[in-house]
Every structure is written in C-alpha cells, then in structure tokens.
C-alpha cells in the first residue's frame, strides 16, 4: 500500500488540489448566494424558490462530492511515507484548519436547510461577516502546506 502511494504521489496531490478548488468555489459562492437570497427576496415567491434549488444543487452536485473528494486525497496523501512530519507545527495548524472549514461547510448545509423551512433568522450582514471565515482558513492552510513552519 505505501508502494502504491508513493508511486502515485502527484497523481493524488493533483486531484488534491483540484477538489480543494472546487469545494473552496462553493464555500465563498454559497454565503454569498444566502446574502442576496435574505435581502432581496420574499418569502414564498418564484425568486426564492429558484434560490433554493440553485443553493440545493451548488451543495449536493458540487460541494459535497468536492468535500469528500479532498478529505480522500488528502488522508491519501497523509498516509504517503515521508510526507507528513507531525513534530513539525504546520501539519496541526492544517488539520485544525481543515476542521474549521468542514465545520464551515455543516453550517452553510444547515443554514441551507433554514431557507427551506422559512426559520432563517441570520441577516445579510451577517452571512457577509461569515463569508470571511472560509477566507481566513484557506490562508492558514495554504501557507501551512507551503511553508512547512
Ligand atoms: C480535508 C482535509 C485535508 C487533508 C487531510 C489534507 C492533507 C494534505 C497533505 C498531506 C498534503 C501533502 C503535502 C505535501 O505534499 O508536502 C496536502 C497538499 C495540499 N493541500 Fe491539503 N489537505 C486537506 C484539505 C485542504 C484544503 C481545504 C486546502 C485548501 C484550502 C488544501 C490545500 C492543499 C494544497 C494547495 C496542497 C499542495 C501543497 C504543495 O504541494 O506544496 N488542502 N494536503
């Protein structure tokens, strides 16, 4: 098995690397999508439903696969012999920070779960602020991984 993950390293890290954009495109489009669904649009009408369904299938047709796809790839790469040194500091600040994020993603799918019942109660502003969250991670985490402190 480590054979095999050596051998396939940068095969992995790509796909890596590919999920990881495409779950982050999802993680700043989604609270954005919820700042307009909650200022602009009344409840019960064509224009929320359409926001519904886009938040619906931006979740389950893009961020969920891409989620799975790159907590795989990474514990992939994880498991690879020599690439993870766990006495080093980056690796806990990535792991924490890669908790922070799909914490972040089990929130938006709740959030989501709100507009459908008519319970939102998170404003605009709010979910601007909130917006910022997946930022400040991807920050931490990418310098981690690049740094290597
Ligand atoms: C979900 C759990 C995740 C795990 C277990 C994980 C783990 C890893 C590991 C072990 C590497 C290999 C490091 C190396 O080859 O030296 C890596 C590479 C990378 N990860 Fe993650 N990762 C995760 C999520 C993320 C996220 C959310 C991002 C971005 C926001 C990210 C961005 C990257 C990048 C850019 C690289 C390539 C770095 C390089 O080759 O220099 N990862 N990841």
Partial sequence: MSEFLVDWYFWVK???VVSVIAWMAGLFYLPR?????????????D???????????????????AMISTWVMGLALVATPGIVDWSMA?????AGSVLGMTWFHMWLAGQ??????????VSGRQY???????????????????VKF
């Fill in 90 to 94: 980056w690796p806990w600040v990535k």
């Fill in 14 to 16: 790509s796909l890596h």
């Fill in 128 to 146: 601007r602020m909130m917006n910022e969250v997946p930022t400040l991670l991807m920050l931490l985490i990418v310098i981690s991984v690049i």
């Fill in 47 to 65: 224009t929320d439903t359409l926001f519904q369904t886009m938040e619906r299938r931006l979740l389950r047709a893009i961020m969920n696969p």
């Fill in 33 to 45: 999508l919820f700042v307009y669904h909650v200022e602009a649009v009344a409840a019960g009408s």
């Fill in 112 to 121: 989501r779960k709100h507009f459908v019942a008519g319970t939102n109660t």
